[in-house]
């Protein structure tokens, strides 16, 4: 199992950026894919990133070139790197750490932390 911290949303101007980070804790960090989620108030959750256990990323179409994930595996930690910030940006980010063991999937999921971009 691990547990998942999310940290670095905030309250920012247009075109402004931030550094999201995950920290984790308890499992083999290095075994898990990742991802960052965001919901947007009224809406689903949807994925923006990911990044696998071998380094491979994918990114919604919406955050193309303004979105970063990267993770460093001794420190257990997955960021997100997100440049030219939109209003459309503002939602809680989740980061989601997902194992499949015997076709089965299991999702850990952080608490989430608010973006609002907002002049």
């Known amino acids: 199992q691990v547990q998942l911290v999310e940290s670095g949303g905030g309250l920012v101007q247009p075109g402004g950026s931030l550094r999201l980070s995950c920290a984790a804790s308890g499992s083999i960090f290095s075994m898990y894919d990742m991802g960052w989620y965001r919901q947007a108030s009224g809406k689903q959750r949807e994925l923006v990133a990911a990044?696998?256990?071998?380094?491979?990323?994918n990114y919604a179409d919406s955050v193309k070139g303004r979105f970063t994930i990267s993770r460093d595996n001794a420190k257990k930690t997955v960021y997100m790197q997100i440049n030219s910030l939109k209003p459309e940006d503002t939602a809680v980010y989740y980061c989601?750490?997902?194992?499949?063991?015997?076709?089965?999937?299991?999702?850990?999921w952080g608490q989430g932390t608010q973006v609002t971009v907002s002049s």
């Open positions: 989601d750490a997902v194992r499949v063991q015997c076709g089965v999937r299991t999702d850990y």
């Open positions: 990044i696998t256990s071998g380094g491979s990323t």
